[in-house]
C-alpha cells in the first residue's frame, strides 16, 4: 500500500478496458499486455492510474488546479516539499515523491526528483514495447502530467547585494530537468510550467475524445517549456558571467562571450515601422511605462519613447524636449516648465505637430493647457496633476505616459541587428568631464558659451549624425540631422533657425563628431556662432582651428564622440 499526506487513499478512476496511451494494435486490453510482456512481473496500476507531478514555487491557482485533477479528472498527485503540504492542508491525497520512489531527499532538497521512477516516468515511450517492458522489469510508473515552476532566481539576482551562495542556491536543478524530460515526450505527457496554462489543459482534459486537440497543446506546451529553460539558463549565465567578469578575463571585452536574449513578449502590436510589417514588443517596457490613456501604442511610439527618456535623463534642471522620429527638434531648460515649453517650442515650430513632448518634472494645468492646443501623438512625465489629466482627458487618442524614474537607463546594452547576426555595445551614457576638456583656440570661451556649449553637448549626442545644434543658453535654435555631409547638417540647422526667426549671433555651434573640414566650422561662423564644442581628431583638425581664430571664435575639444546612426 502506498502512503499518502492527508486522505489514506486517493480516488481513483474506474478501470479502462485498455492502457492509456497505448494504441491498439499495440498492447491491446491488460490481458494481451500481460502476454506479451510474459516474464515481466507487471502492475497494472502502473498503466491504469494516471500521475500527475506538482512541484511550483508559484502557488497562484495550484489548489483550484489540483482539486480539478482529482476530483473530475482521476489523477493521482505526487508531490514534493511545500507543494506538498499545501495541497494535504487543502484536503487533496498527495503522495511524497520520496513516498513515491523510495528514496529520500537528500542534501537539504538539492536531491529529491533526480530519480529513475521520475525521469523513467516520464521519458517513457508509451508506444514501444521495449520502454514499458523496461518500465515493468524496474517497477516505475507512467507520469502523465507535470506541473513544475522553477526557484525564482531572475528575482533572487535582481535583489540589491543579493549574495552569491543565495544565487547559487535559487538554481533549480530538478525542475528544468523534469521539465526537459517531459517536454521532450510530449507526445504522451502534459507538461505545465506557467500557471496561466492551467485553464487550457483542464479544457483539453475534459474533451478525452479530442486526442488531436491535446497534442497540439501538449506541443505549444512543450515548446514553452523549452523557451523557459532557455531563458533560465540565459539568466544564470549572464549572472554567473558578470561575477567572473574582471580583469583577468580580458577576452571578454567587458560582453558576453556568448549572448543569450530571453525576453518575453509583452504586447503584439498592429504592425512595424510600416503597415506591411509584423511586430511585437518584448521585455519590461510596460514596467517603466505606464500608459494612461490614449490609443495602443505603436512600433514608431515605443522607439520615440524610448530615444526621449535617454534624452531627457542628460538634464538635471527643469527641461521639455520635442522630439520627431527620435530627433529632437527643440529641447529647453529653465526655471520652469511653461518657459522651457516656449523656448523648445520656439526652435521649431512646425516639426512638434504630430510628435513626441517630454518633461523631467510634474506636468501641471498650465503647460497642459498649451500643449494641448497642438496635435501631440504622446506626451511623457514622471507625473501629472489632476487638473493636467482632467485637461488631457478631452483628447482621447493622445497617449499619456508617466516614466518611471530611470526609465531611460534601464539596459547598459544597446542590441540591434545585422546581417547575420547582431551587433552589441554599451549604452552611450558618457558625457565626459569639462575639466578633461581641451580649449584649442586662442580665445577662451566665456562663462555663458561655457554653458551653453555643455547644454547643446547634451542635446548632440541625442541627434542623428551627421549632427549640428546651435544653442544660446539652455534653449536649441537650429538642429540640423541625418545628413551625409557636416556642412549640410550645419546649413539645415541656420536655415530651421531662420524659418522659426532665431538670430544666431552670439551662439555656441555643437557637433557629436569632429569637423573634417574647415567648410563646416565657417559656415556656423557666417551664421553667427561665437564658439564651437566638437571632439577633434581630424587630420584637418589645424585648419580648422586656424578658421576658427580668424574669425575669432572660441572652440573646444572634448575628446569623445557621439556618432548616431
Known amino acids: 500500500m502506498r502512503s499518502h499526506i492527508g486522505n489514506s487513499h486517493p480516488s481513483r478512476p474506474s478501470r479502462p478496458s485498455r492502457p492509456p496511451d497505448i494504441p491498439p494494435g499495440i498492447l491491446g486490453d491488460i490481458r494481451t499486455c500481460h502476454r506479451f510482456l510474459r516474464g515481466h512481473i507487471i502492475r497494472p496500476l502502473q498503466f491504469m492510474e494516471k500521475l500527475a507531478l506538482l512541484s511550483v514555487s508559484n502557488k497562484a491557482g495550484l489548489v483550484e488546479f489540483a482539486t480539478a485533477l482529482v476530483r473530475q479528472h482521476g489523477f493521482r498527485l505526487l508531490s514534493t516539499g511545500g507543494t506538498a503540504r499545501l495541497l494535504a492542508e487543502k484536503g487533496l491525497p498527495v503522495t511524497e515523491v520520496s513516498q513515491h520512489t523510495g528514496f529520500p531527499e537528500i542534501m537539504e532538497g538539492r536531491v529529491k526528483t533526480l530519480h529513475p521512477k521520475i525521469h523513467g516516468g516520464l521519458l517513457c515511450r508509451r508506444d514501444k514495447a521495449g520502454h514499458l517492458a523496461e518500465a515493468a522489469k524496474n517497477n516505475i510508473a507512467m507520469i502523465d502530467l507535470v506541473v513544475v515552476n522553477l526557484y525564482p532566481f531572475e528575482a533572487t539576482v535582481a535583489k540589491p547585494d ?77 549572472y554567473l558571467e558578470k561575477q567572473t567578469a574582471g580583469p583577468d578575463v580580458p577576452a571578454q571585452n567587458g560582453l558576453p ?202 542635446v548632440c549626442k541625442h541627434v542623428k549624425s551627421n549632427a549640428i545644434v546651435y544653442c544660446r543658453g539652455e534653449q536649441t535654435l537650429g538642429i540640423g540631422a541625418g545628413q551625409m555631409a557636416r556642412v549640410d547638417s550645419s546649413r539645415i540647422a541656420v536655415w530651421k533657425a531662420g524659418e522659426a526667426g532665431l538670430d544666431l549671433r552670439g551662439s555656441v555651434c555643437v557637433s557629436e563628431a569632429m569637423f573634417p573640414f574647415a567648410d563646416g566650422l565657417i559656415a556656423a561662423a557666417d551664421a553667427g556662432a561665437t564658439s564651437a564644442i566638437q571632439p577633434g581628431g581630424s587630420i584637418r583638425d589645424t585648419e580648422v582651428i586656424k578658421a576658427a581664430d580668424e574669425r575669432g571664435m572660441a572652440m573646444v575639444f572634448t575628446g569623445i564622440r557621439h556618432f548616431r546612426h
Open 257 to 458: 562571450e556568448k549572448l543569450t536574449l530571453t525576453h518575453k513578449k509583452a504586447q503584439s502590436l498592429r504592425y512595424g515601422e510600416n503597415p506591411h510589417q509584423r511586430a511585437a514588443l518584448y521585455g519590461t517596457f510596460h514596467d517603466l511605462f505606464r500608459q494612461l490613456q490614449g490609443k495602443e501604442l505603436s512600433y514608431n511610439n515605443i522607439l520615440d519613447i524610448t530615444s526621449a527618456t535617454c534624452l531627457i535623463g542628460e538634464f538635471e534642471h527643469p527641461t521639455l524636449a520635442i522630439l520627431k522620429h527620435t530627433n529632437p527638434c527643440g529641447v529647453a531648460s529653465a526655471d520652469d516648465l511653461v518657459t522651457a515649453w516656449h523656448n523648445a517650442f520656439a526652435t521649431d515650430r512646425q516639426a512638434p505637430f504630430g510628435g513626441i513632448i517630454i518633461v523631467n518634472r510634474t506636468l501641471e494645468a498650465g503647460l497642459a493647457r498649451i500643449i494641448s492646443e497642438i496635435f501631440t501623438e504622446v506626451i511623457i512625465a514622471p507625473g501629472y496633476t489632476d487638473e493636467a489629466l482632467a485637461l488631457f482627458v478631452r483628447k482621447k487618442n493622445l497617449r499619456l505616459m508617466v516614466a518611471k524614474a530611470g526609465s531611460g537607463a534601464d539596459s547598459p546594452l544597446d542590441v540591434r541587428s545585422c546581417a547575420g547576426g547582431l551587433l552589441v555595445q554599451d549604452r552611450n551614457v558618457l558625457l565626459g568631464n569639462p575639466a578633461d576638456f581641451k580649449v584649442v583656440t586662442k580665445r577662451q570661451p566665456t562663462a555663458e558659451e561655457w554653458a551653453s556649449m555643455m547644454f547643446g553637448w547634451r
Open 162 to 238: 543579493v549574495h552569491f551562495e543565495e544565487a547559487i542556491e535559487n538554481i533549480d536543478i530538478g525542475g528544468p530537468s523534469m521539465l526537459r524530460s517531459a517536454a521532450k515526450n510530449h507526445e504522451s505527457v502534459t507538461v505545465v510550467c506557467d500557471p496561466a496554462d492551467y485553464d487550457a489543459v483542464l479544457a483539453a482534459f475534459a474533451k478525452p475524445d479530442d486526442a488531436a486537440g491535446l497534442l497540439a497543446l501538449r506541443r505549444r506546451l512543450a515548446l514553452k517549456v523549452f523557451q523557459r529553460t532557455s531563458a533560465y539558463d540565459g539568466a544564470i549565465s549572464a
